[in-house]
């Protein structure tokens, strides 16, 4: 890997997240006004728009022809593409943000050659932000400084705080709730914060044990998930997939088997029904 390369995608991708987040603080308009997309409870905010090309345009400044993924619709539109994509959500936890609650973020993966090579996720109002480097680590950066983090060494599934998301339609939000219900006797207790993207960086912070959740989209979770694995963490998906848009699941590696197999079975009981719809 071109160590020159990655040392330029993190830090324009720490700058422009660092950038994005003020944006959004300090140009927050006293009424914001809210569009609704797949559901009543799914919106999209002035400030995501202007948040994603905000951070689209800063990219392109200084790398035009790389490529994106944004949640708000930005794509590739390089004649000449480059092997560098941007995989970006420019308010994860936009119904926090809409409510002004803290808990919402700025999350900035970037793939070379189809493999995640960096993840940022920074969370303006909590004044942290999570950077995780390919084969280099997690770490925390907050007014203290910059430190290397690693993952909770729990071992035992019944002492495991859960973090989890609903998706934003209802039946899948339904199916959620009998999951959720099915396991809560087995686990120590849940946590829902409402950004899948700090969810998964609660995980490699190891603040909480374990994560999981149906329906995401990549914006979500690419930044947080190489965060999760680079804090010495295990992600994955249905049985012998990758973390994807279907389930998504991460936790320590002392939890995980026991948990991914748990949340598999009644993900297999509850959800499967609706992959043939
Ligand atoms: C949402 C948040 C939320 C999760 C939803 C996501 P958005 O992202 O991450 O925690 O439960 O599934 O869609 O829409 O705020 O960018």
């Given at each position: 890997m071109d160590e020159l390369l990655i040392k330029q995608l993190e830090s324009m991708a720490l700058e422009i997240a660092l950038a994005a987040g003020s944006l959004l603080v300090n140009e927050r308009p006293v009424h914001l006004s809210v569009d609704t997309k797949t559901s009543e409870t799914d919106v999209v905010t002035a400030m995501d728009k202007a948040a994603e090309a905000f951070i689209v345009e800063s990219i392109?400044?200084?790398?035009?022809?790389?490529?994106?993924?944004?949640?708000e619709g930005s794509v590739n539109i390089s004649p000449n593409p480059s092997n560098v994509q941007w995989i970006v959500d420019p308010i994860d936890g936009t119904v926090n943000y809409l409510h002004r609650h803290p808990i919402w973020s700025v999350s900035i993966g970037v793939k070379v050659d189809h493999i995640t090579q960096i993840g940022v996720v920074h969370a303006p109002l909590l004044r942290e932000t999570y950077l995780a480097v390919k084969g280099q680590g997690a770490f925390l950066i907050n007014e203290t400084g910059k430190q290397k983090i690693s993952i909770s060494r729990?071992?035992?599934?019944?002492?495991?705080?859960?973090?989890?998301?609903?998706?934003?339609?209802?039946?899948?939000?339904?199916?959620?709730s009998k999951v959720i219900s099915e396991i809560s006797d087995k686990v120590r207790d849940f946590r829902r914060d409402g950004s899948a993207a700090i969810d998964l960086c609660m995980v490699g912070l190891g603040r909480v044990d374990a994560y999981f959740e149906t329906g995401l989209h990549p914006w979500d979770y690419t930044a947080g998930a190489l965060f999760v694995q680079e804090a010495g963490g295990v992600t994955g998906g249905l049985a012998g997939e990758p973390l994807n848009d279907e389930l998504a699941i991460a936790a320590n590696p002392g939890v995980f088997n026991e948990f991914a197999t748990l949340i598999r079975d009644n993900y297999q009981k509850f959800y499967l029904s609706l992959r043939f719809k």
């Open positions: 392109k400044a200084e790398r035009p022809n790389d490529v994106f993924l944004g949640e729990n071992t035992t599934l019944g002492h495991t705080l859960v973090a989890t998301g609903f998706s934003y339609e209802s039946e899948k939000r339904k199916k959620h």
